[in-house]
């Protein structure tokens, strides 16, 4: 197992006198802090960062059925505090060593009356943010309940700023993200929900270690209030439980820079350590397939002349994958089930049975002996219970042939999910409830018993699950790069510098960038993919997933191989991650250095402007000369007129340059930066420093 403790330091003082102690608590830096108050049977806390106010007076508490109420006549009748050090190597991720730093109060409170009920509110003050969470322990006068109402509240000190995407609509979370006033948001919002204050801070109210919950949004009071609002289930229920219970964490993210977001771990440190023993068939990497060119309308998911998933077709995808050393071939659409209107057959998919053309047993000996490997799809049109009932068998037929990831798909709108309830009836739910975070975990915990990773699109948010369960490696849950197809009425400039500071602050992302085709090709129908292709690259490196793919055809790749070549070099597992430009909406540029070498990868990208901006190299190891190797917009690039347009130069540099990064419109600039060998000698690397840049063949080429 190699996630571990390294480090570790835990005080807890017990039973403190509850007279004799301020009922608050303290981040370890000093800097932020959370007070819990009581006042008539009700509990509140606020916070505050640097003695001003984050989150003004906020109620707390459950209400469950029967009127039963764990948010009234409440009295304070214990209190402990503990402090927390340790440090733990991540299985994959951004930073392979995890710093977890908090100080945490646990408040006890009991119901008045003949029937005594208990409460316990549990909060932590981490130096980037708080976090608070519900435990009912197993108590006489509550057993199986149902909770009607979470009275959570988060009431901010004025109208922020917000980014944000309207919950209980349709395509689930599938939408461009609004920036406005708060006041002037939908009247419920998914999380995570960012924000900015007046006086420059930046909050993200999201939440951890969603498990046997309902997924929370969060209703609009007013222009400053916020209240938690559990999505429910079909009979109005929102959460279906017993004691013992522990809620989710509810997450309140606290930085004074947009970037300082972008790096906090608090999330996933929220959650419990890796369950898996055994981790070693875990693995990142780089993946093709057949998926791109459905969308683009060349080829069907479904049998019939145009057929994508046939085994000539995917033998090339394999063929490429093994030239270029990519880690898997996606394909979607072999299994019957497809044809017709297939987001309605989610009643009509076998998972083990596929499509006379496709022949499994070839291609997955094929892939194998080539180096690769066949990466499993399992669409299901929000079929659970047919799913389901074939799971074990889907995933034993994946296990067998040699598929180590399986890419799920659950496409249906709304509240769509059938279930069969107690009465043989069927239901519809959301697919945010808790029938759903039930059936994602169910299908996460299966594919470990099978040493299969899941990459789940159309999914629960991530909530840090991924540190209990490292092998659920990447999920969708955003408006993705498909929506650039023709289809699709296109993302923006702007969507890939907004997700990065939204959506991916709850986890990693399949956005499925490298989209080469920016203009018209022929036998390829129009599409509107809003980037230059320097942008495309760079989106490899600020758009954070540890299973990336190469979204476009093959032949695309193979008509500009120097640009295709950061993609071949770029790595998905970071051992550290850092950020230099961030500013939400507008642009951003990130470095992050490989989980195994000494090469670091710089991505900056930008909306509609252009932008040019300084990258001082200091990450770099001191003393050390690296060679940049530049993947840049070139000086006529635009994302509208010439998105095609990019340089690939060469310097070299050491952690005192500093880089001018000039960004065309919705362009990009993508680097690798590795230290001078042997083999760079004697290439006239010489003359590739300060202001004279070289080709790839160490010519130089400007001054």
């Known amino acids: 197992m190699r996630s571990f403790l390294v480090s570790f330091l835990l005080l807890t003082l017990t039973h403190l006198p509850v007279s004799a102690q301020p009922v608050s608590v303290t981040s370890p830096d000093g800097s932020l802090t959370v007070h819990l108050s009581e006042n008539d049977g009700r509990i509140s806390y606020r916070a505050t960062r640097s003695g001003k106010p984050v989150i003004e007076s906020s109620r707390l508490g459950l209400e469950l059925h029967d009127n039963i109420s764990l948010a009234e006549d409440l009295t304070l009748t214990d209190m402990r505090t503990a402090s927390v050090d340790t440090t733990w190597e991540q299985v994959w991720g951004q930073e392979r060593y995890v710093r977890n730093r908090y100080n945490e109060l646990r408040a006890t409170y009991e119901t008045t009356g003949d029937a005594t009920r208990t409460l316990v509110v549990i909060v932590r003050a981490f130096d980037d943010g708080l976090a608070f969470r519900y435990e009912i322990p197993e108590q006489p006068h509550l057993g199986s309940f149902q909770i009607l109402n979470e009275v959570t509240e988060f ?13 209980y609509e349709p395509r689930r979370y599938e939408y461009l993200y609004e920036e406005s006033d708060l006041s002037e948001a939908a009247d419920t919002l998914h999380t995570p929900l960012t924000m900015k204050t007046g006086n420059g801070r930046f909050l993200s109210i999201h939440e951890a270690a969603l498990t046997n919950y309902s997924s929370m949004t969060l209703a609009r009071n007013g222009d400053k209030m916020l209240e938690a609002d559990l999505v429910p289930w079909s009979d109005g229920t929102k959460v279906k439980t017993s004691a013992p219970m522990t809620s989710p964490w509810r997450t309140v993210q606290v930085t004074d820079t947009a970037g300082e ?11 419990e350590p890796n369950r898996l023993e055994n981790t070693g ?28 998933a046939t085994t000539e077709n995917v033998k090339r995808y394999i063929d490429f994958a093994a030239e270029h050393g990519f880690d898997g071939v996606l394909v979607e659409g072999w299994n019957e089930g497809w044809d017709g209107d297939w987001t309605k057959n989610g009643d009509a998919f076998e998972f083990t049975t596929s499509y006379p053309d496709f022949e499994m047993d070839e291609l997955a000996d094929y892939a ?45 709108p709304g509240r769509s999910i059938k279930r069969m309830t107690d009465d043989g009836d069927i239901a519809l739910e959301w697919h945010h409830g808790q029938y759903m975070v039930n059936h994602y975990r169910h299908v996460v915990k299966t594919a470990a018993e099978h040493e299969l990773m899941i990459n789940a699109h159309e999914p629960i948010k991530p909530t840090g699950i991924r540190r209990t369960f490292p092998n659920m490696l990447t999920r969708e849950g955003a408006r993705g790069q498909e929506f650039n197809a023709p289809w699709a009425d296109g993302n923006g400039p702007a969507h890939t510098v907004t997700l990065p500071f939204t959506r991916l602050l709850a986890g990693p992302m399949d956005f499925t960038p490298g989209i080469f085709q920016l203009v018209d090709a022929g036998d390829e129908p129009e599409h509107s993919v809003p980037t230059t292709i320097a942008k495309q690259l760079a989106l490899y490196v600020t758009l954070y997933s540890p299973l990336h793919m190469a979204a476009d055809l093959p032949r695309n790749y193979e008509e500009r191989p120097e640009a295709f070549q950061f993609i071949v070099d770029v790595p998905t597992n970071w051992a550290e991650t850092r950020v230099l430009h961030a500013v939400i909406g507008d ?52 994302w509208k007129t010439n998105p095609l347009a990019f340089d690939h130069t060469k310097v070299l540099v050491d952690d005192a340059t500093t880089l001018t990064l000039r960004l065309a419109p919705s362009g990009g600039t993508a680097i690798r930066f590795r230290p001078v060998s042997n083999e760079d000698v004697g290439v006239g690397i010489g003359d590739c420093r300060g202001d004279v840049v070289c080709d790839a063949d160490f010519v130089p080429v400007s001054k």
């Not at 009431?155 to 919950?167: Q, V």
């Not at 977001?261 to 959650?271: E, Q, Y």
């Not at 068939?281 to 479904?302: A, C, F, R």
């Open 587 to 638: 642009y951003l540029t990130v470095v992050r250095r490989a989980w195994n070498g000494d090469d670091w990868y710089l991505g900056s990208t930008t909306d509609e402007e252009e932008r040019t901006l300084k990258a001082p190299l200091t990450f770099l190891e001191s003393g050390v000369p690296y060679v940049a190797e530049v993947y840049r917009d070139a000086e006529d690039a635009h």
């Open 368 to 412: 194998l002996e080539k180096g690769t490997r066949l990466i499993g799809h399992h669409e299901t049109a929000g079929g659970v219970m047919n799913y389901e009932d074939q799971l074990p068998e889907a995933f034993d037929y994946y296990q067998e042939h040699g598929v180590r990831a399986v890419k799920t798909g659950y496409v249906t």
């Open 155 to 167: 009431s901010l000190r004025e109208d922020p700023t917000a980014w944000w995407i309207e919950a």
């Open 281 to 308: 068939w875990i693995d990142p990497g780089k993946y093709v397939g057949v998926w791109w060119e459905m969308h683009l309308g060349t080829s069907t998911w479904g049998s019939g002349p145009k057929h994508g």
């Open 261 to 271: 977001l972008l790096t906090s771990r608090m999330i996933l440190n929220l959650n």
